[in-house]
């Protein structure tokens, strides 16, 4: 049951930093927002990549 939940959140954190990701290649969007606005979702994406090394490495362990 563990292993399923973890599985769901694995695949919601993926689909979170692939928005992200597309927010960040999309140059129209880095170029016209503001520098604070680019900062948020980098570390946006720096904690999705976190959370899903997290979820892998505990499905690993199960």
Request: no cysteine; aromatic share 4%.
């Amino acid at each position: 049951a563990e292993k399923i939940k973890l599985n769901e959140e694995l695949q919601r954190a993926e689909g979170f930093l692939k928005s992200v990701q597309q927010k960040l290649s999309n140059e129209r969007f880095v170029s016209n927002a503001p520098q604070q606005v680019l900062a948020l979702e980098r570390k946006k994406e720096a904690d999705a990549l976190a959370k899903i090394e997290m979820i892998k490495s505990s499905l690993e362990k199960n």
